[in-house]
T-cell receptor, first 114, second 114 residues
């Protein structure tokens, strides 16, 4: 069974630009959550989507947004990029219903903002 | 979610057992202990989880003390590929409608030495 796929793996943007990252969850999984990882802050939860609805949101500004499509694929968008947005963005999928809470992570998208 | 305390770093000789401790003295009765690891520049990988009984799978064993205030992850025969940051997380298991947020601490950097 294919794992979680994130694209692109690496990208470089400049301040003020926007970026869209994509995540394809494991087949059959309906929950997709997003995390930001930086050396200083560690892994931080951004938001989770389940059946096209945002189910929970972390403490990030409104520049960070996401959505989920009917096939469970998800995208996250960061607008008006800042230098501090440079990070590894990780997507995780899970069945989304009653389960033990195991998350399956993708390899991440490494964003560098210049 | 209960807080966890882990040593910052540990070394282990290749082929020997790696024992990674985690303190979770404020754990509540319905919280599970989860372990994930993250190899450099990859997404976190689920290892194992448990409530109060010891658990074993193909990757590792999880030993939870009787009072559930601490646990130990055991990699029985560590290899160089086990070098990673290991995260101990305590949380209530997911039920339908709950958020899928995991709170990662700083983890333990395990270095397996040849």
């Amino acid at each position: 069974k294919a794992g979680v796929t994130q694209t692109p793996r690496y990208l470089i943007k400049t301040r003020g630009q926007q970026v869209t990252l994509s995540c394809s969850p494991i087949s059959g999984h309906r929950s997709v959550s997003w995390y930001q990882q930086t050396p200083g802050q560690g892994l931080q939860f951004l938001f989770e989507y389940f059946s096209e609805t945002q189910r929970n949101k972390g403490n990030f500004p409104g520049r960070f947004s996401g959505r989920q499509f009917s096939n469970s694929r998800s995208e996250m968008n960061v607008s008006t990029l800042e230098l501090g947005d440079s990070a590894l963005y990780l997507c995780a999928s899970s069945p989304g219903t009653a389960d033990t809470g195991e998350l399956f992570f993708g390899e991440g998208s490494r964003l560098t903002v210049l | 979610d209960a807080k966890t305390t882990q040593p910052t770093s540990m070394d282990c000789a290749e082929g020997r057992a790696a024992n990674l401790p985690c303190n979770h003295s404020t754990i509540s009765g319905n919280e599970y202990v989860y372990w994930y690891r993250q190899i450099h520049s990859q997404g976190p990988q689920y290892i194992i989880h448990g409530l109060k009984n010891n658990e074993t799978n193909e990757m590792a064993s999880l030993i939870i003390t009787e009072d559930r205030k601490s646990s130990t992850l055991i990699l029985p025969h560590a290899t160089l590929r086990d070098t990673a940051v290991y995260y101990c997380i305590v949380r209530v298991p997911i039920s339908s409608g709950s958020a899928r947020q995991l709170t990662f601490g700083s983890g333990t950097q395990l270095t397996v030495l040849p």
